[in-house]
C-alpha cells in the first residue's frame, strides 16, 4: 500500500494542514517540497545510470551464460542485485518525495540453500518488476533531469537578469542579452522596459517550474508504487494473514473467557452443591430438618446453576438467533438492556450464520458499552442491506466521548469485524450523542 502525505509546508512536516495566507502558486517555490522533489530529479540521473548499467550488463552477461550452468546464477545475481536497488529506490521515494510504498512479498522457500534461495529469485514477482524499473527508468530520468534544470537556470537566469545584464557590454562586447540576431540585424535586450519583461518572463518560468517537477515526480510516484511496491494480490495475502492472526486470538480468547466462566461460575457452584447433598445425605437419618433445609437450599443452588449456564450458551451462541434470526436475537438483547432500547431490522432474507452471528454480537458488545459507560436514557438499533453489505447502526443519546484508539472494547470490535472485510466507524464526540456504524460483508445463507 502507497502513501503520499503530500508536504504541506516548507517545513516539511506531512499532513499538518496549515493555512496560507499566500497562494500556493507563489509560495511553492520557496516550500521544502519543491526543493525535495528536484532534489530527487537530479539524483535520479546517476543513480538511474547506475542501476541500468548494472541490470543490462548482469543480464546480458546472464544471457550470454546459458550455455553453460553459470547463466542461472548469475540471472539470479543480477535480479537478486535489482531488488536491493529497488530497495534503495523506495527509501529514496520516501525521504525525498513522502511517498510510502509497502515492501514487496520476500522470497518464499521451501527449503534452505543456494539452490532453493536462487530459484525463488528467478520465481519472483518482484525480481522481474525491479529490473524492469532499472531499465525503463533511465530514459525517463534523462527527460526529468532536463526539463527540471533547464527550467530552474533559465527562470532564475531570466528573474535575477536586471541585477547582471552589465556583464555584456562589460566583458562580452555586447549591448545585453541577444534575442535575435544575423548577418544585418541584432536585437538585445538593453532598455530597462525589456530588463523589466525578461525579468517577469523568469518570474512566470520561476513559478510554473515547481508545478513542473512536481508533475514529473508524479510520473515517478508512479512507477516506484507500480513496480517496487507490492502488488495487490501479495497485499491482499498479507491482509488475509493479519485477519487470519486475528480470528485465531479472537476465538482462543473466546475459549479461555468460557473456561473462566465455566470454572468461577457453574462448575464452582456444582461443585458446592454435591458438598451440600453429600451432608444433607448424611443427615438425612440423624436430622431430617436439617437435611431437608439443605436440599432446599441445594435446589436453589441448582437454579442459579442452570440459569449461569443460560447465559453462557447465549453468550456462544443464542438459540433464539438461530431459530428466528436478527430481529428475534437483538429485541432479546435490547429487553437486557438498562435503557430503552429501540430496534428496527429491515433485511429481505437471512445473511449467512457467521455474518449473521458477527452482527449480533456487535450490536451486543455496544449495548453493553451503553448500559455500562454512556449514561444514556435512550437507544436505538437500525439494521439494513445496502446491495452486497449488511449495515448496523447503534445510536444513543448518551455523553459521547468513545473513540476506537483508546485501546478499549471498540478496538478489539473494530479487529474482529476486520477480519471479515468489515468496517467500524465512531462519531461521539464529547457531550454526545454517540453513532456507531459497522458495515458486514452479505453473504446470503446457503439451504
Not at 517537477?213 to 494473514?241: C, F, I, K, N, Q
Not at 437483538?330 to 452482527?359: K, N
Not at 452486497?388 to 485501546?407: F, I, K, P, T, Y
Request: charged share 20%; aromatic share 8%.
Amino acid at each position: 500500500m502507497a502513501t503520499d502525505y503530500g508536504y504541506d509546508s516548507g517545513l516539511g512536516f506531512p499532513g499538518t494542514g496549515r493555512r496560507h495566507r499566500v497562494p500556493a502558486g507563489l509560495r511553492a517555490p520557496f516550500e521544502g517540497r519543491t526543493w525535495r522533489e528536484f532534489g530527487y530529479v537530479l539524483l535520479s540521473l546517476p543513480i538511474s545510470i547506475v542501476m541500468f548499467t548494472y541490470a543490462v550488463t548482469m543480464i546480458s552477461l546472464g544471457a550470454g551464460l546459458l550455455v553453460t550452468f553459470l547463466g542461472i546464477p548469475v540471472f539470479a545475481a543480477g535480479l537478486a542485485g535489482c531488488r536491493g536497488l529497488g530497495a534503495l529506490e523506495r527509501a529514496r521515494a520516501r525521504g525525498l518525495l513522502g511517498l510510502e510504498v509497502g515492501d514487496p512479498e520476500p522470497l518464499r522457500m521451501r527449503k534452505s540453500g543456494f539452490m532453493a534461495w536462487m530459484g525463488a529469485v528467478l520465481k519472483s514477482g518482484t525480481s522481474w518488476r525491479t529490473l524492469l524499473y532499472s531499465v525503463l527508468h533511465l530514459p525517463w530520468a534523462v527527460f526529468s533531469f532536463v526539463v527540471a534544470v533547464n527550467f530552474w537556470v533559465y527562470g532564475l537566469a531570466l528573474l535575477t537578469y536586471p541585477l547582471w545584464f552589465w556583464v555584456f557590454p562589460a566583458y562580452v562586447g555586447q549591448d545585453g542579452l541577444q534575442l535575435y540576431g544575423d548577418q544585418t540585424h541584432h536585437i538585445y535586450l538593453n532598455n530597462p522596459f525589456e530588463i523589466g519583461v525578461t525579468a517577469l518572463v523568469g518570474l512566470l518560468f520561476t513559478l510554473a517550474t515547481p508545478w513542473i517537477v512536481r508533475a514529473l515526480t508524479t510520473v515517478d510516484r508512479v512507477m516506484v508504487h507500480g513496480l517496487l511496491g507490492p502488488t495487490r494480490l501479495s497485499a491482499r495475502v498479507v491482509e488475509l494473514e493479519s485477519d487470519r492472526g486475528v480470528v485465531v486470538d479472537t476465538a482462543a480468547a473466546d475459549l479461555r473467557r468460557i473456561e473462566r466462566d465455566l470454572h468461577d461460575g457453574a462448575q464452582a457452584r456444582l461443585v458446592a452443591l454435591a458438598m451440600d447433598l453429600g451432608l444433607a445425605k448424611e443427615k438425612l437419618t440423624e436430622d431430617p430438618q436439617a437435611a431437608a433445609r439443605m436440599v432446599d437450599e441445594a435446589h436453589g443452588e441448582v437454579k442459579t446453576a442452570l440459569q449461569e449456564l443460560r447465559d453462557l450458551a447465549r453468550g456462544i451462541h443464542p438459540a433464539v438467533l438461530t431459530d428466528r434470526g436478527l430481529d428475534a436475537a437483538l429485541s432479546s438483547v435490547a429487553s437486557r438492556c438498562t435503557v430503552p432500547v429501540q430496534v428496527e431490522v429491515d433485511l429481505p432474507s437471512r445473511p449467512a450464520p457467521a455474518i449473521e452471528g458477527i452482527a449480533y454480537f456487535t450490536v451486543s458488545e455496544l449495548l453493553q458499552n451503553i448500559s455500562k459507560h454512556s449514561r444514556a436514557t435512550f437507544a436505538a438499533v437500525d439494521v439494513w442491506r445496502v446491495e452486497d453489505r449488511l449495515l448496523l447502526q447503534v445510536v444513543d443519546n448518551g455523553v459521547g466521548g468513545a473513540d476506537v484508539s483508546s485501546g478499549s472494547g471498540l478496538a478489539g470490535l473494530a479487529e474482529r469485524l476486520d477480519a471479515v472485510d468489515g468496517i467500524l466507524v465512531v462519531d461521539s464526540p464529547a457531550g454526545g450523542p454517540t453513532r456507531v456504524t459497522a458495515e458486514l460483508p452479505w453473504r446470503s445463507e446457503r439451504v
